[in-house]
């Protein structure tokens, strides 16, 4: 069974940061992209960045210059940094590989 756990949401201030990690366990045949989504109240799940194997980044125009994306290939983890945090911002963040799909996400919540 393959299983992704998700970590590092929480309550930031407005311009604080967050880490979010993701490490994806189980029977993995082989991970390409690694990714994260977000989805706000009311509103469609949306691309935030994604990462392949070869360190291959693409990102929502909006956020590029405060979200960063990393991943450990050897330990199947995918980390997003997120500077700058605003209020539009809160949403819950999903984990996606494709080999696994989707992550059950974690609140991250912008307010002061």
């Known amino acids: 069974q393959v299983q992704l756990v998700e970590s590092g949401g929480g309550l930031v201030q407005p311009g604080g940061s967050l880490r979010l990690s993701c490490a994806a366990s189980?029977?993995?045949?082989?991970?390409?992209?690694m990714g994260w989504y977000r989805q706000a109240p009311g509103k469609q799940r949306e691309l935030v960045a994604t990462i392949t194997t070869g360190g291959s980044t693409n990102y929502a125009d909006s956020l590029k210059g405060r979200f960063t994306i990393s991943r450990d290939n050897a330990k199947n983890t995918v980390y997003l940094q997120m500077n700058g945090l605003k209020p539009e911002d809160t949403a819950v963040y999903y984990c996606?590989?494709?080999?696994?799909?989707w992550g059950q996400g974690t609140q991250v919540t912008v307010s002061s």
């Open positions: 996606y590989t494709d080999s696994t799909g």
């Open positions: 189980g029977s993995i045949f082989r991970i390409y992209v």
